[in-house]
């Protein structure tokens, strides 16, 4: 027989007490309570319990991550971007909590300037990660800032150059712009590199679109034989 939701909280709560003060425990605890609490559909509870914890452990890195994470749940926005800024305050070298921030942001308007100078920084401390320059680029894209997003996508070429990421990126672009020969084209270069079931079907509707069903169909047929 399961336990009554009153009566696990209970236990939980006992064990997050009992490990008080053994930070790297608390926060364990914490998480699994704030697991708990979100399956029970009772964010409300998260809250207090990130304050506690982060009142306890301020400089704590964790601590604060697990706060900003229930203040983003409790649609608290403004106090999820300080804690945030006093993650990164914390890590200079901290690339998760600026995503999260520029995530955060980006439900903002007039953040753009916020947002691109959170994104650039996360690009400089993982030059090796394609994602931060996804990402930026879907902002880019998303905004009509095409002009910065073909210069984002030049740079992918220049630092990814193995992958179908530019040229999916300019994809992207010329479709927004309703260019849809150099869409096609640039698709079409990046399917070549890696093929992509995703950007094949792009590729078959802007076919359609332009009236050329017939090359859509042999595009598929061609590339799921």
């Known amino acids: 027989m399961q336990n009554k939701p009153d009566e696990v909280e209970k236990q939980l709560m ?20 704030g697991k708990w ?16 914890l982060a ?18 749940a409790n649609n608290k926005a403004n106090d999820a971007e300080q804690t945030l800024e006093k993650i990164i305050n914390l890590d200079a070298t901290d690339s998760k909590h600026r995503l999260m921030l520029a995530n955060l942001l980006a ?16 690009i400089q401390l993982t030059p090796e990660n394609p994602d931060p320059v996804v990402l930026k680029a879907a902002y880019l894209i998303n905004t009509q800032q095409y002009e910065q997003a ?6 992918a070429q220049e630092h990814f150059p193995s992958l179908a990421l530019s040229k999916q ?4 672009i010329y479709l927004k712009q309703k260019d849809y020969d150099k869409a096609l084209e640039n698709y079409q ?15 078959a509707e802007i076919l359609v679109f332009q ?11 061609d590339a799921l034989a």
């Open 169 to 172: 990126l300019k994809g992207d």
């Open 55 to 72: 009142a306890a452990y301020p400089d704590n890195s964790q601590a604060l991550s697990f706060l900003a994470a229930a203040e983003i």
């Open 211 to 221: 009236g050329k069903e017939a090359e859509a169909v042999q595009l598929l047929s």
């Open 107 to 122: 439900k903002q308007p007039g953040r753009d300037k916020d947002i691109i100078k959170l994104l650039d920084e996360v």
């Open 14 to 33: 006992k064990g997050y007490e009992k490990v008080s003060g053994n930070a790297k425990a608390q926060i364990a605890m914490a998480s699994v309570m």
């Open 189 to 203: 270069q990046g399917y070549n590199i890696q093929a992509n079931n995703k950007v094949l079907v792009v590729m």
């Open 37 to 52: 609490y979100l399956k029970q559909d009772q964010k409300e509870k998260l809250l207090p319990l990130a304050q506690q």
């Open 150 to 155: 073909l210069v984002l996508a030049d740079y």
